[in-house]
């Protein structure tokens, strides 16, 4: 993790990473740290109860969403969770959903 082709975002928070794509290709063709990248991101705008929210990644900041609830989160083709007291969000670039508790 301390090698110079580590980016930032993968040292703040290493689940940035897609983990099960770099072990498959580890088994193909041998280990290559440069594989070790964060996921391509898209931006997207979702509107929530305003709140903590906490990521299932224990490494991502919290997120403090202030009244109007106007959140914009950078998703990956995996499903990121998040929770506050109000629910729970689950989102990717194929959408989002937002169940209250």
């Known amino acids: 993790m301390r090698a110079e082709d580590i980016g930032d975002a993968v040292r ?3 689940w940035v990473v ?4 770099v072990g498959r290709k580890t088994v193909e063709s041998g280990f290559d740290r440069r594989r070790i990248k964060a996921m ?3 931006e997207v705008e979702i509107f929530l109860p305003a709140g ?3 990521n299932s990644s224990p ?3 919290v997120l403090e969403i202030p009244s109007g609830g106007r ?3 950078e998703v990956t083709d995996a499903v990121g969770v998040w929770v506050s007291s109000r629910g729970i969000l689950k ?3 194929s959408g989002w959903i937002f169940r209250p508790w």
Request: proline content about 9%; aromatic content about 18%; overall charge positive.
């Open 12 to 14: 703040k928070d290493p």
């Open 40 to 42: 391509k991101y898209t």
């Open 59 to 61: 490494f991502a900041p």
């Open 71 to 73: 959140l914009t989160l």
């Open 91 to 93: 989102v990717s670039t």
């Open 18 to 21: 897609d983990w099960k794509e």
């Open 52 to 54: 903590r929210w906490l």
